[in-house]
C-alpha cells in the first residue's frame, strides 16, 4: 500500500519529483567523475613507477648509498643462478614472478660518428633480446626493440638532436668498471616516441652483452628487477629472498650480499601520496555529498510542506502519523534508487571512456610523477557501488528529517496549514 501511495504521489508531483531526481543524479555522477579521476591517478603512479622498475628490485649492497648512481663498483655476479634462486623462492612461497631478468644501466656519452661535435650525456641501460619491460618504447618504436647485439634504439627526441637516422653510426663513450675510457660503435636500429618525456630525453638502448662489453662487467650486471602477478606479495617474497641471500652469502655461494627492494622501499614518499589518495576520494565525496544533501533536503521538505493538508486529509481518515512517515521514506528511497542509477548511467561511461582514451595533461601528469602526459581515468566497480549507496542514502536520509519535521504537526494543524 505505502508503495503504491508514493509512486501515485511522484507521479502527482512531478516537477518537485524531477528537481530531487537531478539533484541525486548530479551527486551520484559527480562522486563517480570524482572518484574515477582519483582512481586514475592512483593506478597512473602506480603503473609509473613498477612498470620499468617491477615489483622488486635487487642490487649489490652498497649500490643505492653510492654517490654515483651509475656506479659500476657495485654489481651482481653470477646473476643468472639469482635470478634462478628468485624463481625457486617464488615456487616455494606460492608467489606468481611473470619477469625476473638482469639489467644494466651506465652513464654515457652519446655522439654521432659523422659529427663529433654534436654530442649528448645520457643513461645507458642494457636489456635482454626478450625483455619484458619498457613495453611502452617496444609499442612506439620504429625499427627493432630491443635493440639486436651492435645496434642501439634512441628517442625520436635525440635523433633529432644528433641529425642521424635508421643505420647511421653511433659511438657510445663511457668510462668502463676499470675506470678507463672506452667506447663501441652501434648502428642505430630502432628510434621511439613515448608519452614521457623523461624517458625520451634521457635514456638509449642497447643489447646486455654489448653493455657487459661496453663497461667491461662480462658475466655481473647492476641490478635484477622482478615483476609479480600480485604486487601484494612483494614484502613477503622480499623478506625471504634476503634471508636466502643472506645465507648463501655466508655460505660462499654468491660473491656478495644482495639488497632486495620492494616498490614501497624505492618509492617511499610516492607510495605515501598514493595511499593519502584514498582518503582525498572520502574527503572530496564528503564534500559532495554535503552539499547534495543540503539540496535534496530542501526539495524533499518543500514537497512534504507543500502536501501537508494532503497527508492531513489522509491521517484524518485513519492514516497513521507513522504511516505517512513511511510514505515519505518509500518515496525517498524511489527518488534515490533511480537517481543514482541515472547517475551511474551516466558517469560510468564518462568514466570509461576516459579510462580508454585519456585526457592530455601535457606537462601537468609528468609534473606529478604520472610519468605520462596522458592521463587516464580508473574505474572500480566497487566504488560505483558505493556512490550508488551513497545516493540512495542522502535521499533517504533528506526524507526522513522531512517526515520528521512534516509529522510534528497535529491533524488540525495540517489541516488548517497554508
Given amino acids: 500500500m505505502f508503495l503504491k501511495l508514493a509512486v501515485v504521489s511522484l507521479g502527482k508531483h512531478r516537477k518537485r519529483t524531477l528537481l530531487i531526481l537531478f539533484a541525486v543524479m548530479i551527486s551520484v555522477l559527480v562522486m563517480e567523475v570524482v572518484a574515477g579521476v582519483f582512481h586514475g591517478v592512483r593506478v597512473n603512479f602506480f603503473e609509473t613507477l613498477t ?3 617491477g615489483h622488486l628490485q635487487i642490487t649489490a649492497r652498497g649500490r643505492s648509498e653510492a654517490l654515483n648512481p651509475y656506479s659500476l663498483e657495485y654489481t651482481i655476479a653470477e646473476y643468472e643462478q639469482v635470478i634462478s634462486k628468485v624463481h625457486e623462492t617464488a615456487r616455494d612461497q606460492g608467489v606468481a614472478v611473470t619477469a625476473a631478468e638482469e639489467v644494466l644501466e651506465f652513464g654515457a656519452l652519446l655522439q654521432h660518428s659523422a659529427a663529433e661535435e654534436r654530442n649528448l650525456t645520457l643513461s645507458g641501460v642494457g636489456v635482454r633480446p626478450d625483455t619484458a619491460y619498457y613495453s611502452r618504447v617496444r609499442e612506439a618504436v620504429q625499427g627493432a626493440f ?46 621511439f ?23 667491461y662487467l662480462e658475466g655481473e650486471t647492476t641490478g635484477i ?97 507513522l504511516g505517512a512517515a513511511r510514505i515519505i521514506l518509500v518515496e525517498g528511497l524511489l ?22 582514451h585519456g585526457l592530455d595533461w601535457g606537462g601537468i601528469s609528468e609534473a606529478f610523477g604520472m610519468g605520462s602526459a596522458q592521463f587516464r581515468f580508473g574505474y572500480s566497480p566497487y566504488t560505483s557501488m ?29 489541516l488548517r496549514y497554508e
Avoid: W
Fill in 51 to 53: 612498470q620499468e622498475g
Fill in 146 to 191: 630491443p635493440p639486436p647485439s651492435g645496434g642501439i634504439a634512441i628517442s625520436a627526441s635525440i635523433a633529432e638532436l644528433l641529425a642521424v637516422e635508421q643505420g647511421d653510426e653511433l659511438l657510445l663513450v663511457v668510462e668502463d668498471s676499470t675506470g678507463s675510457p672506452f667506447y663501441l660503435q652501434f648502428l642505430l636500429a630502432g628510434v
Fill in 193 to 215: 616516441r613515448t608519452d614521457s618525456s623523461e624517458l625520451d630525453e634521457n635514456t638509449v638502448f642497447i643489447s646486455h652483452q654489448d653493455a657487459q662489453e661496453l663497461v
Fill in 225 to 321: 628487477r622482478v615483476r609479480l602477478q600480485n604486487h601484494e606479495q612483494a614484502e613477503v617474497l622480499a623478506d625471504v629472498l634476503r634471508a636466502r641471500f643472506q645465507q648463501a652469502a655466508d655460505r660462499g655461494e654468491i660473491a656478495a650480499a644482495l639488497r632486495v627492494e620492494t616498490y614501497r622501499d624505492l618509492h617511499a614518499g610516492l607510495m605515501g601520496m598514493i595511499d593519502l589518495l584514498d582518503f582525498f576520494i572520502v574527503l572530496m565525496n564528503l564534500c559532495v555529498i554535503i552539499v547534495a544533501a543540503s539540496v535534496i533536503t530542501n526539495a524533499i521538505l518543500m514537497n512534504v510542506f507543500d502536501r501537508i493538508r494532503e497527508f492531513g486529509t489522509m491521517r484524518a481518515i485513519g492514516l497513521k502519523r
Fill in 335 to 356: 527518488q534515490g534508487v533511480a537517481g543514482s542509477l541515472l547517475g551511474l548511467a551516466v558517469g560510468i561511461p564518462i568514466v570509461l571512456y576516459f579510462s580508454v
Fill in 386 to 414: 558505493l556512490n550508488g549507496a551513497g545516493g540512495v542514502l542522502i535521499a533517504l536520509a533528506g526524507s526522513l528529517y522531512a517526515a520528521v519535521v512534516g509529522m510534528r504537526l497535529s491533524i488540525m494543524e495540517a
